[in-house]
C-alpha cells in the first residue's frame, strides 16, 4: 500500500479515536482530521470541496430554520399536552402517546430536531407527575431512531445516502423503510410498556393536576403558527414531489426555509440561524473531507473489493453483511461517520460487477438508524438527549442504556433482516 494511503489511514483512525473518546468535541476534531487530510497533499483543496455533500448540509440547515421557528409557536408543546390530557394523565399511556408523537416528528422533521423540542416537554410532564423522566427519555431515543429511518429526511444517515444516490427519493425512502418501522414500532412499544410500567406510577391527584392545564395557553403566536404549518406542509409536499419537479431535496427545504423567514420578517432570520445547529453542519463538513482521503487513495476501493471477496458477490450475504455491520458498528460509533465511509465503498460495489445496489442501500439504512439505539454513543440523537437530562439532574449512564438499547437493537435488526430477504432477496 503506497505511503499516502497508510497516511490517510493513520489520520482516519486518529480522528475517529478521538470522535469516540469525546475529550476534545467531535466537529474540532473532524475538521482538524479533514484539514490535515488537505495540508498534507493526500487531497487537494479542490477535490475536497467536490467531496462535500452541499445536499446534505442544504437539506439539514433548511430544515433546522423552519422548525425553529415553528418551536417559536408553542405546536409542540401543544401536541404533548393535548396527547398528556388525552392519556387522562396516566404515566404509562403518556408514555406510549409521547413515544408515538416522537417517531411520527423524527420522520418528517429528522429526529436531533424532534428530541430537542420533545425533552423539555417531557420534564415538564414528569414534573407535574413526580415521575422519574429517564424511562421516557430512553424511550424516546429508540422511536426519534426508528421513526427517524422511515423517510428520506428522518435521520441523517437517510439524508446522505438518498443525496448520494438520486434515484432514492423522498417517495422511495417512504415506500421502502415505512413498512418495516411501523412493523418495529407496534412490536418495540409493548416492550417499553412491559420493561418500564413499574418504574412510572403516580397517584390520582397528581393524574388530575395534568387535566387541569390548559394546552391552548401555551400557543404563543397563532399568526406565526399558521405560517409556519403552511409553509412546513408546502415544504414536506416538495419532498414527495422534487423528483418530478427535477429539484433537489436541498432546495426545496431551503426554498421553504426562506419563504418562511420572508413571511416571518428580518428578526426571525436573526434568531432562526443562531437555532441551526452550526456544530453538526461543520461536522459533516469535516467528515466528507475526512472520507475523501480515503477515496482518493484508492483506500475504499481496496475495502469494495475485499467486502465482495468476502462474500463471494453473493446478494444476500453481502446485504446482510452491511446491515449487521451497520448496526453493531452504528451502535459503538456514531453513525454518521460511519455511513459517510460506507457509501463511497457501496458505490464501488457497483463498479466492481454488483448489479442491484438497491437491496445494499436499504441495508445501510436499516442497519445505521436501527444500530443507533444501541448505546447510549450510537446516534447524535441519543448524546443530546442524554446531555438535556444531565443538565436537569437525571444523568442517563452509559450502562443503563445499553442494558435496555442493545437486545432492543438486535431484536429490531433481527425483524429488519427478515425484511429485506423477503422483500428484496427472496
Known sequence: MEQQAILAIGIFL????????????RTIVAMLGGILMVVLGIVDQE????????????????????????????LFKYIALISAKKAKGDPVQIMVALVLITAVGSAFLDNVTTVLLMVPVTFSITRQLRVNPVPYLITQIFASNIGGTATLIGDPPNIMIGSAVKELTFMAF???????VIVIMAITVPIFVFLFRKQIQTTSELKMSIMQMNEQDVITDRKLLIKSLTVLGLTIIGFFLHQTLHLESATVALAG???LLLLTGEHSMEVAFTKVEWTTIFFFVGLFVLVSGLVETGVISKLAAQAIELTGGNLIATSFLILWLSAIASAFLDNIPFVATMIPMIQEMGNMGVTNLEPLWWSLALGACLGGNGTLIGASANLIVAGMSGKEGHPIKFVTFMKYGFPLMLLTVIIASVYVYFRYLF
Open 47 to 74: 477535490s475536497a470541496l467536490h467531496h462535500i455533500d452541499f445536499n446534505t448540509l442544504g437539506l439539514l440547515i433548511g430544515m433546522m430554520i423552519i422548525v425553529s421557528i415553528t418551536a417559536e409557536t408553542g
Open 174 to 180: 417512504i415506500t421502502n423503510l415505512a413498512p418495516i
Open 14 to 25: 486518529v480522528t475517529y479515536g478521538f470522535i469516540i473518546a469525546e475529550k476534545i468535541h
Open 257 to 259: 426555509a426562506f419563504l
